[in-house]
């Protein structure tokens, strides 16, 4: 719903002060969203790739060509950024899919297990860009499996299991509640008292 694929059923949704009902147009712009599906054109390469999310979010040819330089310098892809998709490993890949949300550099990223089966390396490049955004101000929602990734990346944890909020907190706070030294530990502890240890 955030990342304005599903209509909400009920209430509203606002990101940057934009209401997705009435100026889902400039919602868009503000968000760079990266579903644990995304897909890519595989017969086109990254560079090619920005150029058609940089015309689709109405930006210039000159701030295209200056962003899509900046992004493969961040995301080390000056290795591979004019090859075919359909020819990158998963790591680069996903550096591509994850690149492909900086265009038009949205205030809000979205990132639903942006990691998931990637390489150490792979990873550690991924997590050190959404440190260095955080610092830049930007707003990052990263949802993940990874408690190490969550305990290291963010300022706010929401605990969810079966599709419902058990906990919430800053990294330190949740560990100091439940009396545990990682955010692994107290996941598990919470779900047991909740008795849906399976």
Known sequence: MLGGVLTPTSGNIKVAGFDYDKDRKNVKKKIGYLSGNT?????????ELFNIFGRLYEMSKTDIEEMTEKIIDIMDMKDFADNRIEHLSTGQTQRTSIARCLIHSPDVYIFDEPTLGLDVLSSHAIIEFMKTERKRGKTVLYSTHYMEEAESLCDRILMIHQGKLISEGTPESLKNENNE?????VFIKLVKERGEWA
């Open 39 to 47: 897909k890519l054109y595989g017969r086109i390469t990254p560079r």
């Open 181 to 185: 030294t990682n955010l692994r530990d």
